[in-house]
């Protein structure tokens, strides 16, 4: 499939996910899956079973954290890296970058992604994460997590991909197993929220710590 978007020279799509010992990797196949997806739709090729067959050679005795890379030919590129430990609850702020929600690039996890390496090397220190906002002022992504937000009533919501954010996987699994509902949500949702957590597939689910309102 020929792709209508332009594409830029040397773009590869990309899917991060964990190794543990005595269980393999970790939600391997939904990223496999997604990788086919953006693949098909950027005519990218990809040949899934083999790339399946490939990674399943791979045996550690630590968990691991694997980036996996997709060039536009097809070949692939995997490394691997001790997984970096867990700290305690991550502290967020707003983005002062907006996103536009039309951007038919968020919905790929790709190298093309300048705007949220920028965000994270500009971050101030002791902050963990931004939390992005789309042009309408609505709750988009953090640069390497989606967000979830519980309310004063107990439910759990996390921003529509029409709001401007990636299909993430840990997202995908909260949503299929209902523990989770999409909603738009507003700068004025979090600072009223019950809870924020984040939540990427490498890192599962992921604390937040935050004192008073949310600063843009």
């Not at 609505?138 to 989606?146: S, W």
Request: proline residues 6%; glycine residues 8%.
């Amino acid at each position: 499939m020929e792709s209508a978007l332009r594409i830029p020279l040397g773009t590869k799509l990309i899917e991060t996910f964990g190794w543990v010992p005595g269980q393999g990797y970790v939600r391997l196949d939904p990223h496999l899956r997604r990788m086919e997806r953006s693949a098909r739709d950027l005519g990218f090729a990809f040949d899934r079973k083999s790339v399946a067959t490939e990674l399943a050679e791979f045996q550690a005795d630590a968990e691991m954290r694997c980036r996996l890379t997709l060039a536009a030919d097809g070949s692939i590129e995997v490394t691997r890296a001790p997984m970096p430990a867990a700290k305690g609850p991550w502290v967020v702020q707003i983005a002062k970058a907006r996103l536009d929600s039309s951007d038919p690039w968020l919905r790929h996890k790709t190298t093309n992604r300048a705007l949220y390496d920028e965000a994270r090397a500009t971050m101030p220190e002791g902050v963990d994460e931004l939390i992005f906002l789309n042009e309408r002022d609505e709750v988009c992504e953090g640069t390497i997590t989606n967000i979830f937000v519980k309310t004063q009533d107990g439910k759990s919501l996390t921003p529509p991909l029409s709001s401007g954010l990636l299909p993430g996987i840990y997202r995908e699994y909260q949503l299929e197993h209902g523990l989770c509902q999409e909603a738009v949500l507003t700068l004025d949702d979090l600072r009223q929220a019950k809870a924020i957590t984040l939540g990427n597939s490498l890192r599962g689910k992921i604390a937040v710590d935050y004192q008073g309102p949310l600063a843009r």
